[in-house]
Each structure stands twice: as C-alpha cells, then as structure tokens.
C-alpha cells in the first residue's frame, strides 16, 4: 500500500502534532476541523511546534518551510478526504461523537482510504461498524510531543485485515516513530495500560493530602532516575484529558477516589481554565517548569 495524501481529522492536543510530524516526513497532509476558528488555532500551534522541532531535531528552516508547504486546512470533510489514501480520526474522546463523525466520514471518503483512530481509551471494535469498511479500520496511536516520545502503537480488531495491519506499522516507521503491534485489542494498548495507573496513583497522593504534587514528581524521578513524575505527564497530556479518564473510571467502577480526583480537577483547574501545558499552567508553570530546573532535586 502507497501513502501519500494524509488527513488527519481534529486538530486538537494530538491531531496537530500527528499532522506536522506526517508533513515533517515528506507527506502530503490535509488537517480538517469542524470550523475555520479550530483551524487557526492550529495554524498558531504549528508555528509555535516548529521551534521545538528546531531545538529537538535540528531541523533546518528548509525542512520547516517544506513542512508548512505540504500542510493545508479545511472545514469540509468531503474535500479533506477526497484523495485520502490514510485518515487519521484525533477527534474527542467521546463515542457518541467519534461513531456520528464514522458515519459521515464513510458517505464521503473514496473506496482506497483506511481509516485510523487515535483514541488512547476505547477499542476499534466499537466502531468498525460504522466506518462501513471494518476491514480497513484499525488504530494507531501516539504519545504526547511525538517528534520526541515518538512510539506508535497499532492495533486491529477481529476483522481488520491483516495487509493494513501491517500497512500501518510501515507507515508508523516513515513518519519516525517506533512501530509497536499490538495483537489484542486492548483498552489503553500498551502505553496507558502502563502510564494511566501510574498516573492515577501520584493524582490519588494528592487528593487524599499525603503529599504535595511537587513533592510527588521529586520522589519519582529521583528514586527511579526518569526526567518526569506524574503531576508533569499529566500537565502534558492535559488535566482534561486526565479529567476524562479519571471520571470515566470513577463512573464505570463507583470508585470513589477516583470520583474525588475527577471532582478535585475540575474544582482547583478545569473551572479555573488551568489546563496544564496549553494554558501555560497547570501543576507547574510554563514555559520553564520548575521540573526542569537542577535545583529541582537538591
């Protein structure tokens, strides 16, 4: 299978960085949202993504140039998708939402296109069926800044066929990642079955007052030797998106203390518009955290 026209549907925490690292990597990428307003607000994103590209990757004004050149925006989903060889689905994390967005993607995409999600928490198998090509859908997943944390996992369900499968993997290795298969469909993959409990662990220290989020970060990356704890994930991957999970959680499981970290976050930063890294504050200040500072563990 030959992928040269991209789109990636949603231009939100992920979708723009999944379409800038795509278009960083030689391929053409149309990004469509829902109204001219989100598109500016990633057009302004792009800019900003570009210098951490330069300061991570070196990359050169000529590969950024190219990068913006190879990029266009739309509001339409037909046009967005009209010579998709690939779209991939960063849209909220919201079943209701993602399975009307299928449905429509469907009317409108041509016979060649196979359809990715990105969702970090529910399963392909929840909307194969309206995709109307089941075997061409399958989900691909990133970390957060992934032009650094540059994994992405790919996982099918029971009808997806096994050629796109691996279409997908392949495709994952050009845009600079490191392809991870995932064999079983599973709520989280590999990365957040990992990374969530971890997460939801440090916010439980907090809510139940036994230590300070600061505190917890420093006992984490001084005990374990990493550059982060979890108050600083979830600053990156966005409080709510750590909202989400946790509420989601709270209200599968009646657990309560994943109901008080739910409620603790909208109450103290979600009603505050603090949303971590996108608002320049969240468990710490940005641009320059206190975690990122040598006098951070003395």
């Known amino acids: 299978m030959n992928f040269k026209n991209i789109t990636v549907a949603g231009s939100g925490v992920l979708g723009y960085q999944i379409a800038f690292q795509t278009a960083f990597h030689g391929f053409n990428v149309s990004v469509y949202d829902l109204n001219e307003e989100s598109l500016d607000k990633a057009k302004s994103k792009f800019a900003t993504l570009s210098e951490c590209y330069r300061k991570d990757l070196k990359a050169t004004q000529a590969q950024l140039d190219d990068t913006f050149n190879r990029i266009s925006y739309t509001s339409d989903l037909a046009a967005a998708v009209q010579d998709a060889d690939l779209l991939i689905e960063a849209v909220p994390e919201d079943p209701q939402i993602k399975t009307a967005f299928y449905q429509q993607l469907a009317k409108v995409a041509p016979e060649k296109t196979i359809f990715a999600t990105n969702s970090s928490t529910m399963l392909p198998s929840q909307f194969a069926e309206a995709t109307g090509r089941p075997e061409k859908f399958l989900a691909l997943h990133f970390a957060n800044r992934i032009w650094r944390f540059n994994t992405a996992e790919v996982m099918g369900h029971a009808s997806t066929d096994p050629a796109v ?21 599973q709520p989280g993959y590999i990365l957040n079955s990992l990374l969530l409990p971890f997460v939801m662990a440090g916010l439980g220290l907090w809510a139940n007052q036994v230590a300070d989020p600061h505190v917890v970060d420093k006992t984490w990356m001084k005990a374990i030797g990493v550059p982060l704890g979890p108050f600083a994930i979830v600053d990156i991957i966005g409080i709510t998106t750590a909202y989400n999970i946790a509420k989601l959680q709270a209200d599968t499981t009646q657990n309560a203390e994943l109901a008080q970290i739910a409620a603790l976050l909208k109450s103290e930063f979600l009603d505050k518009g603090i949303l971590g890294i996108p608002t320049g504050e969240g468990f710490y200040h940005y641009p320059n955290p206190a975690y990122e500072s040598a006098e951070f563990l003395k």
């Open 165 to 185: 499968f691996d279409a997908l993997l392949a495709f994952a290795k050009s845009i600079g990642m490191l392809p991870l298969p995932v064999y079983k469909e």
